[in-house]
């Protein structure tokens, strides 16, 4: 089994900085790409950010310059930190992981974990 547990969410003031942990556990062979997600009430799940196992980043334009996702491999952990954070991204933030995983075969499948609100007031 893998799991997927998301720490860090909380209420901060407008300008204000969160850093998000994601930490996967689990039979886990490897991980490729790791993500950000989020999803405000009433709107649908968006892309935050995502890293690819090489370390490559990419960001939904609404948060380029102001969030960084990061990845410890030795951890299987990815982080988001945000800083200068607006109410308009209140909204519960979820990870997602492409993991290898097994003891004896090997499966490849998309991973969530339960999410963690973000809540700025303004």
């Known amino acids: 089994q893998v799991q997927l547990v998301e720490s860090g969410g909380g209420l901060v003031q407008a300008g204000g900085s969160l850093r998000l942990s994601c930490a996967a556990s689990g039979s886990i062979f490897s991980i490729n790409a790791m993500g950000w997600y989020r999803q405000a009430p009433g709107k649908q799940r968006e892309l935050v950010a995502t890293?690819?196992?090489?370390?490559?980043?990419n960001y939904a334009d609404s948060v380029k310059g102001r969030f960084t996702i990061s990845r410890d491999s030795a951890k299987n952990t990815v982080y988001l930190r945000m800083n200068s954070l607006k109410p308009e991204d209140t909204a519960v933030y979820y990870c997602?992981?492409?993991?290898?995983?097994?003891?004896?075969?090997?499966?490849?499948?998309?991973?969530w974990g339960l999410g963690t609100q973000v809540t700025v007031s303004s």
């Open positions: 997602s992981a492409d993991i290898i995983s097994g003891n004896y075969y090997y499966t490849e499948k998309d991973y």
């Open positions: 890293i690819t196992s090489g370390g490559s980043t």
